[in-house]
């Protein structure tokens, strides 16, 4: 039997996948602000006059989740709970959105780890704003972190159409 709730109106403005995708961001930023302030203050453009390194890191965030959050959650939505097919739940793909967060971020941080370590960098010099080691660690964390958001939002996505395929090839076999 189905029950049809209603949401809070803060739940349907920012659902969970949403506002774990927002928060992630903003705490990630918040670390990378006390690596390198001028990564926000100098090699961005200012933003609502926003003068605190770390406000101006929260406001970005959040600016910069919109896109990337809302593309997974649409996408993610559509694979998993569109069609006639046996729907995923939203708990698996919530789960799927933390495993990837978690992921990413190990990845990412990792990365700027070894920059830290090694003062050298896997990407192109041109990349880079300028070659101070603050600002190699925190661009080199930030381009990882959205290299990998991709790869790990789209084995998500599989997992969440390979989960589906399952259930209904089970559901058609009983």
């Given at each position: 039997?189905?029950?049809?709730?209603?949401?809070?109106?803060?739940?349907?403005?920012?659902?969970?996948?949403?506002?774990?995708?927002?928060?992630?961001?903003?705490?990630?930023?918040?670390?990378?602000?006390?690596?390198?302030?001028?990564?926000?203050?100098?090699?961005?453009?200012?933003?609502?006059?926003?003068?605190?390194?770390?406000?101006?890191?929260?406001?970005?965030?959040?600016?910069?989740?919109?896109?990337?959050?809302?593309?997974?959650?649409?996408?993610?939505?559509?694979?998993?709970?569109?069609?006639?097919?046996?729907?995923?739940?939203?708990?698996?793909?919530?789960?799927?959105?933390?495993?990837?967060?978690?992921?990413?971020?190990?990845?990412?941080?990792?990365s700027g780890f070894w920059v830290f370590r090694t003062n050298r960098t896997f990407y192109p010099e041109?990349?880079?704003?300028?070659?101070?080691?603050?600002?190699?660690?925190?661009?080199?964390?930030?381009?990882?972190?959205?290299?990998?958001?991709?790869?790990?939002?789209?084995?998500?996505?599989?997992?969440?159409?390979?989960?589906?395929?399952?259930?209904?090839?089970?559901?058609?076999?009983?």
């Amino acid at each position: 039997m189905r029950r049809d709730r209603k949401l809070p109106a803060e739940k349907a403005w920012m659902p969970p996948r949403r506002r774990l995708i927002v928060c992630w961001a903003i705490l990630h930023d918040q670390y990378l602000v006390r690596i390198a302030p001028e990564h926000f203050t100098e090699y961005h453009e200012p933003l609502w006059g926003i003068e605190n390194p770390r406000l101006l890191a929260t406001a970005l965030a959040f600016g910069a989740s919109i896109g990337p959050g809302l593309i997974l959650g649409i996408v993610c939505a559509v694979a998993g709970r569109r069609g006639s097919a046996k729907k995923v739940s939203p708990r698996f793909i919530l789960l799927g959105a933390v495993v990837v967060v978690c992921s990413v971020e190990l990845v990412a941080s990792g990365s700027g780890f070894w920059v830290f370590r090694t003062n050298r960098t896997f990407y192109p010099e041109s990349w880079f704003p300028d070659e101070t080691l603050p600002i190699r660690i925190t661009q080199t964390i930030q381009i990882t972190s959205y290299l990998a958001s991709a790869v790990f939002s789209t084995f998500l996505v599989f997992a969440i159409l390979r989960r589906r395929r399952m259930a209904s090839s089970s559901r058609e076999e009983s």
